[in-house]
């Protein structure tokens, strides 16, 4: 099975973050939840294998 | 019994009637500096060393009221070195290493500087702004009894700027009333509200952050550690943050973020102050309160810092967040690139294209400190709830995640800038060379001899520009471009230490070295042509 890296994976971490936050600005609470389920679709699409996914999903469980 | 007097209650430069105030025409200055602050008092260090005539004025006569900047980093404790003053700097601060941050009431993050051994200076100290500044006036001082052309008027008050063709004429406003004088150039130091870029009707564009922080400087004995410590909405500070910070004397920094619908006076009474400290710390605290502040953050920069012959540096020029440590860290780096090529255009060595490469590299470091201090604030203050909730989606995952750690930002410390890009670089002929001491790069220090390799770089008299020879066959001796060209030839044999941080994996480098310690260029043997156009270029004459 592959496993889920989880390991520090993104060397430009503050460019990425503020790519992120930047994406929400002028959006309405609505339209930034619409536009967060649509980005985890994007990305879940990308990473395929449901196994990761079933992975990420445990992580983000806490 | 009245409690000793604290150093920045002491006038250590009174008002004294100057010769100028008494002179039939003004009197002509070479360089006028406004304000004395730690930039203000560097640049005239600086520019006295190399021989060049400083006046600085001061609207106050004391050193800064408050400890106000508190984290000083490698760089600038190196160029105050270069001044003759850094190594007091450390004897007197703190040194420190670890960051801890916690989110409510867990820890879910800790850094450590993990400074690299080999160098002089420490990552970074914690001194308060009025020792730092009592150091540079005590150097002054010295320096001044050596002879040197240094000179500091307290109480006096700049009122108007005219900018010539060729100077600028100043009046001055004194206890004993105004007087006039006219100066070559001017340099502007007095800090982020500068009367003089008011005077001159300049811009100072940027971001204001909605918010209010409370700075508490107290006087106790703790048992805390020497440590960095910064809560993400703790439980005595609910839905903000809070900082924990140590300081020489017992002194500890301690900041609450207030929110931005704040009664400012009501929070600074200090019956408040003393509720927010007994909730972070417990009610058996005994403390004496030295300073207490409430400031609101604005990151914004001048389009460009050279203006005829008014230059602005330090906060007069741009502003950042505290959170980062680069508002005095970067106005240091900015008096040491100015002050040598201000006295090569003084002697006439260098025109104007030198100084605007001044603005070049300075608007480059502006840039990096104020997007890293705008990052910082957006993540220690989220302008929407949904940065709020992805803020604090990385604290509860960093608990956990080791991903998650590099995305949690409170405060990116301040690290010396590489002039990537600037027109004063030759392009690197040494790429396989290590990449930190490309052109455009600080020198990295290293253990020599009995001292440091950063001893014997940079400015300390004339500006001289200097070749370093490592493993490479070199003249004794230089000119080029009307400079005289210091050689200093070095071996791996007696300084093991270059291989890793100059030469990597070739076999030799000769370095072309600024008066500032900045790479300008670096081949992997001597070319006395290509040496000779690397200084034209670092010049400024191919700009």
């Not at chain 1, 536009?35 to 992975?55: E, P, Y």
């Not at chain 2, 150097?139 to 600028?168: C, F, I, W, Y």
């Not at chain 2, 956990?400 to 410390?413: H, I, K």
């Amino acid at each position: 099975m592959t496993m889920l890296n989880t390991t520090r994976n993104t060397p430009r971490a503050d460019d990425v973050y503020q790519m992120l936050i930047d994406a929400h600005e002028g959006k309405t609470k609505a339209e930034s939840d619409a536009f967060n389920a649509r980005l985890i679709l994007t990305l879940i699409n990308h990473i395929g294998d449901a196994d990761v996914i079933a992975q990420a999903l445990k992580v983000a469980e806490g | 019994m009245t409690a000793p007097q604290k150093i920045f209650e002491i006038p250590l430069y009174p008002y004294a009637r100057s010769a100028d105030q008494d002179a039939a025409t003004p009197a002509r200055h070479t360089v006028v500096v406004i304000g004395a602050g730690p930039v203000g008092l560097g640049v005239a260090l600086d520019l006295a060393q190399q021989g060049v005539e400083v006046l600085v004025l001061d609207d106050n006569d004391k050193v800064s009221f408050g400890s106000r900047a508190i984290c000083f980093a490698k760089r600038p404790l190196e160029i105050l070195d270069r001044l003759g003053c850094g190594r007091p700097l450390v004897d007197k601060g703190v040194v420190w290493n670890l960051g801890k941050v916690f989110f409510d009431d867990r820890q879910v993050y800790e850094f450590n500087l993990l400074p690299e051994d080999g160098h002089r200076f420490p990552a970074f100290i914690n001194l308060q702004q009025y020792y730092f500044e009592e150091a540079l006036v005590k150097r002054a001082t010295e320096m001044q009894a050596e002879g040197a052309p240094v000179s500091l008027r307290g109480r006096n008050r700049l009122t108007s700027v005219d900018q010539k063709a060729d100077h600028v004429v100043l009046t001055i406003d004194t206890p004993e009333g105004p007087y006039t004088i006219t100066a070559d150039w001017l340099i502007a130091c007095d800090g982020a509200g500068s009367p003089v870029r008011q005077m001159l009707g300049l811009d100072f564009v940027g971001k204001v952050f909605e918010d209010n922080f409370l700075i508490a400087d107290v006087v106790m004995d703790a048992p805390f550690p020497t440590e960095r410590w910064f809560w993400f909405d703790p439980p005595f500070n609910r839905g903000q943050s809070a900082l924990l910070h140590k300081q020489p004397d017992n002194v500890w920094r301690i900041d609450f973020q207030l929110g931005w619908d704040i009664d400012r006076d009501k929070e600074l009474r200090p019956e408040n102050i003393d509720t927010r400290l007994r909730a972070m710390l417990g009610d058996e605290i005994q403390y004496s309160l030295e300073w207490s502040s409430i400031y609101t953050f604005q990151c914004r920069r001048m389009e460009r810092f050279v203006h005829d012959r008014v230059i602005f540096a330090g906060d007069s020029a741009h502003q950042v967040s505290p959170f980062g440590a680069r508002g005095a860290n970067s106005g240091v780096q900015d008096i040491d690139n100015l002050a040598w090529k201000l006295k090569l255009v003084l002697d006439g060595t260098a025109d104007e294209r030198l100084l605007h490469s001044y603005d070049v590299e300075r608007v480059h470091g502006a840039k990096e400190n104020i997007l890293n201090s705008t990052r910082s604030t957006d993540f220690i203050t989220p302008k929407s709830e949904t940065s709020r909730l992805f803020r604090d989606a990385v604290l509860d995952l960093a608990e956990t995640q080791d991903f998650a750690r590099p995305f949690v930002n409170s405060g990116r410390l301040s690290v010396p800038c590489t002039y990537d890009g600037s027109p004063l670089n030759t392009p690197d002929a040494l790429p396989q060379g290590p990449a930190r001491s490309r052109p455009g790069s600080p020198c990295l220090d290293l253990p020599l001899g009995d001292g440091f390799l950063l001893d014997r770089l940079g400015a300390r008299g004339a500006p001289g520009f200097q070749i370093l020879a490592i493993d490479a066959e070199v003249p004794t001796g230089f000119t080029a471009q009307g400079l005289p060209c210091e050689i200093i030839a070095l071996n791996t044999q007696t300084a093991p230490g270059l291989t890793a941080r100059y030469l990597g994996d070739v076999k030799s480098a000769v370095y072309l070295i600024r008066p500032d310690q900045h790479v300008a260029a670096r081949w992997e043997t001597w070319d006395a042509s290509a040496v000779d156009a690397a200084l034209s270029r670092a010049l400024g004459k191919e700009a």
